[in-house]
């Protein structure tokens, strides 16, 4: 999905829910279902040492993408529509703390653990092209992981490009720094 300037918070809120956290969690289900498949198969041992990997990056995944719909999403649904309302923070004496430098911070630490996941899933990937024949289910269960990354790696630009310049002026809409 494509987001201009013009998008409002709301909407690429929504957005990013649709079509990259949902999306992502479905990822990772599938990716979890081929990674028991594979286990069960036990080949190779590498493809055991893979799969294993997998199954805690997938976890990590699933827990970062969690945190964004419990905590992100509602925090970002407040902000728009205290923006849209004219809201002024320096007028009600810490009554709808939001905890607006707390979103901040966890937003950044959370780039910085997708960076690390990213690079974690490019690394534990076996060369897709070797001497040592792997089955079809660790083809499948690359290919899934390949998209994951893909896939986190878009939401980490979109949120970085588009997501945190909406909510750095929202906040300053309604007066958060000042």
Do not use: W
Not at 56 to 68: D, P, R, S, T
Not at 123 to 133: D, F, G, N, Q
């Amino acid at each position: 999905m494509k987001y201009t300037e013009n998008d409002g918070l709301l909407v690429l809120a929504e957005g990013l829910d649709k079509s990259y956290y949902s999306t992502i969690l479905g990822f990772c289900e599938n990716a979890k279902l081929q990674a028991s498949s594979l286990q069960q198969l036990e080949i190779h041992k590498t493809t055991s040492q893979y799969v294993n990997l997998c199954n805690k990056l997938i976890a990590e995944i699933q827990l970062y993408i969690g945190n964004k719909t419990e905590h992100l999403l509602p925090y970002l649904k407040t902000l728009a529509v205290k923006s849209s309302a004219g809201h002024d923070c320096r007028a009600c004496n810490g009554g709808c703390d939001l905890g607006h430098e707390l979103v901040m911070a966890e937003m950044k630490d959370s780039h910085l653990r997708i960076k690390e996941i990213v690079y974690r899933l490019q690394m534990v990937a076996l060369p897709l092209y070797s001497e040592t024949k792997y089955p079809v289910e660790y083809k499948s269960l690359r290919n899934l992981m390949a998209r994951l990354e893909n896939s986190l790696a878009d939401l980490l630009t979109l949120e970085e490009t588009k997501l945190i310049p909406q909510i750095i002026k929202a906040q300053k809409n309604i007066y958060v720094h000042n």
